[in-house]
């Protein structure tokens, strides 16, 4: 890959934007170019997810919910769709890999490419990043942001820098220039602590680090990371694009807005739980072999119980068969518990598995009720259809851990489109 425009950039870091929220405005037009928030409501909820619009108010990920409608009161709360985010970065990462089979997944959302192997086919890395954004937004209808450099490091800062919906070339003789000016906790490995330490030298940018040496580094931050950090500040990162495994594990767990120490309860949130779980499962073609469930008490204690099954499966009902057993099994009685989770681990391919057959067992079953609620949830958005339990007597999801369901916090328009939304149908438990 020899174009003089990238000379020595080989490696991309491709990040969509807003990629939770970016999702929810392409199922729901209607929202494009307002203040769009995914995440939990009530007290407890958190932002996972927000669009520019938001962040134009001060809104991040992992800010309370609470707090980012103090800010931004117009903003629409959505609870999020984990199997339709999953779904549609199976499909972005499918697209990477028809580029490179070098392909570094870091999150749902963003990877590493190495596309040295590429150039023949496809143009310099600079002509690749731009066909790969053009591809995103043409197939998925969202946007990302795109970093070439000749390191990993280098390229994961450009990509942030061009955010939204840019692309920014280093090329090596550049990299001084990009690097030197940036504050240091730009730096990876640099937490608040760190970077505090590192204020406290009079340390404040990237250049100023990068001329202290190694070994007075090394005592103000130690050994390891005094080496990691000279290294970086000069933008020496040898590290590879190395592919990934697939994810071993996946799941859900909800922080309810009160203490809650109804077993009732928080049997309808493992239900709940469960079923978001599986239809991530099934959104990855994955079986989990393993059920775990976390239990988070009001004191923050928290414990967590497992249970391999006989069958690897995604079916939400077994998952929640599961997980209520675990619970029950706890013999809490009416403690007060402030966090319950569901995780499905030791996922295999569920292509390759082999299918065991039941005695007696009906043609269609359960797994065909869920795969036709994944079907409605992509079409009418999530809990379209859900077992009924999960019903308020409204006839409208909920539950009281729920925050998913009840529209707290949610815009006035939100609520309004709660109301007069599709029909949720219900499915029986069995």
Same mark, same amino acid.
């Given at each position: ?266 049997? @309808? $949130?493992?239900? %709940?739980? *469960?079923? /978001?779980? +599986?239809? #991530?499962?099934? &959104? =990855?073609?994955?079986?989990?072999? !393993? ?75 359960? @797994? $065909?009720?869920? %795969?036709? *609620?994944? /079907?409605? +949830?992509? #079409?009418?958005? &999530? =809990?379209?259809?859900?077992?009924? !339990? ?41």
């Amino acid at each position: 890959m020899g174009s003089g425009r990238v000379a020595g950039c080989t490696i991309l870091h491709v990040d969509m934007d807003a990629f939770f929220a970016s999702v929810e405005v392409r199922r729901r037009p209607d929202l494009a170019g307002t203040p769009v928030i995914v995440g939990g409501a009530g007290n407890r909820g958190v932002v996972t997810s927000a669009t520019y619009e938001a962040r134009r108010y001060g809104v991040h990920a992992a800010m309370p919910t609470a707090r980012a409608l103090r800010l931004c009161p117009t903003a629409t709360v959505l609870p999020g769709d984990m199997a339709l985010y999953s779904e549609v970065s199976r499909s972005v990462m499918a697209l990477f890999r028809s580029i490179t089979p070098l392909v570094e997944p870091l999150s749902l959302d963003e990877a590493f490419l190495d596309v040295s192997g590429a150039g023949r086919r496809l143009g310099d890395a600079a002509e690749i990043g731009e066909y790969i954004r053009a591809r995103v937004f043409d197939e998925q209808g969202i946007t990302c942001s795109v970093g070439v450099a000749g390191t990993k490091f280098v390229a994961k800062l450009a990509s942030t820098r061009a955010k939204p919906d840019g692309m920014l070339v280093v090329r090596p003789p550049e990299v001084m220039d990009f690097l030197h000016p940036l504050p240091v906790g730009a730096l990876w490995g640099v937490g608040p602590k760190t970077e505090e330490q590192l204020l406290r030298l009079g340390l404040r940018t990237v250049g100023d680090l990068a001329h202290v040496p190694a070994r007075t580094l090394q005592r103000a931050v130690g050994a390891t990371s005094g080496s990691h950090l000279h290294e970086l500040s000069w933008g020496r990162d040898p590290r590879r694009v190395v592919p990934h495994e697939p994810e071993k594990s996946t799941g859900h767990e909800e922080t309810f807005g009160t203490d809650v120490d109804d077993p009732v309860v928080i049997h @309808r $949130e493992l239900l %709940l739980l *469960a079923e /978001r779980t +599986a239809g #991530r499962l099934r &959104a =990855g073609g994955w079986l989990a072999r !393993t059920v775990s469930i976390k239990v988070r008490f009001a004191d923050f204690a928290t414990i967590t119980r497992s249970r391999t099954l006989d069958v690897p499966t995604d079916v939400g009902q077994e998952l929640y068969d599961t997980a209520r057993a675990l619970y029950d099994a706890l013999g809490l009685e009416r403690a007060r518990i402030r966090l319950v989770g569901v995780r499905a681990e030791r996922l295999i391919d569920a292509g390759s598995a082999p299918q065991q057959l039941e005695l007696g067992a009906r043609e269609r079953g359960r @797994r $065909e009720a869920e %795969l036709a *609620a994944d /079907r409605a +949830a992509r #079409r009418f958005g &999530a =809990g379209a259809v859900r077992p009924a !339990t999960l019903l308020h007597r409204s006839g409208r999801p909920g539950g009281q851990g729920g925050q998913e369901w009840s529209g707290q916090g949610a815009s006035a328009g939100q609520r309004a489109r709660n109301r007069s939304g599709p029909p949720v149908v219900a499915y029986p438990e069995e």
